[in-house]
């Protein structure tokens, strides 16, 4: 994979761009970096915060043969890998999107969104600040290391096959085997996060049932409460 950066001071949302650029034609491979975002978003329409120059805020246009959750998986072991290379951190990935370490602290997010074959994958990793509750990798860490680490990283993990993805999500993943409560936009129940499946999709036994859970947020629950 061969990435074209560009680099901006400020914009809405390096998502955004990408996905005007998606609709325009761009090929895969284009890369968004912003200093400051004014309009920075998480899932559902949730803001995302970060203070200008503080931390590593960037959106990748994919263009994978097969749109599935394994898409922004590969982005976010790519992100695992970076902060292991760069910073020396071990992190966990959080289904269905976060990055959060030993103590579950979230360090990082992303947002995928698609426009037909195109994804927009994007990621905010907090790097010299983190609002209160959440990680940071530290003032010292170079964000242009990070980038850079990032997509040597990506460009590994979008070579990898499917099978190869899924099963490093599984290692990665701290949802694993823990009590959860699954929030779906219209119901919420709790669960044994059971495996992941070969789309990259969590399964919960509920006791009745294994429910497959393709989207929406996961709460860890101290087991036995
Ligand atoms: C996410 O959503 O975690 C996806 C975040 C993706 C942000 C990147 S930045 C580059 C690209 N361009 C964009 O516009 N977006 C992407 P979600 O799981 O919905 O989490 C959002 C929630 O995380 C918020 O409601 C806050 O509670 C919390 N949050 C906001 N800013 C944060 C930060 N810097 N660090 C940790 N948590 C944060």
Redesign the pocket.
Known sequence: MTWDVRRFDELD????WIMAQARAGAAQGLVAVADH?T??????G?????PPGA?L???VLLRPAALSHLVVVRMALAARDAVRAVAGLEVGLKWP??LVTADGA?LA???AETDGAAVAA???L?VAW??EG?ACLGAEVDREAVLAALLEALGRWCDASDDDVARAYREACVTLNRQVRVELLDESFTGSAADIDADGHLLVDTGACLRTVTAG?VVLVRSGS
């Open positions: 949302s390096t998502n955004t975002q309009a920075g978003r998480g899932r559902l949730r803001r995302w915060e970060s931390n805020l960037c959106s999107n976060d979230k997010g992303l947002l994007g990621i905010g907090n983190a609002p959440a947020d």
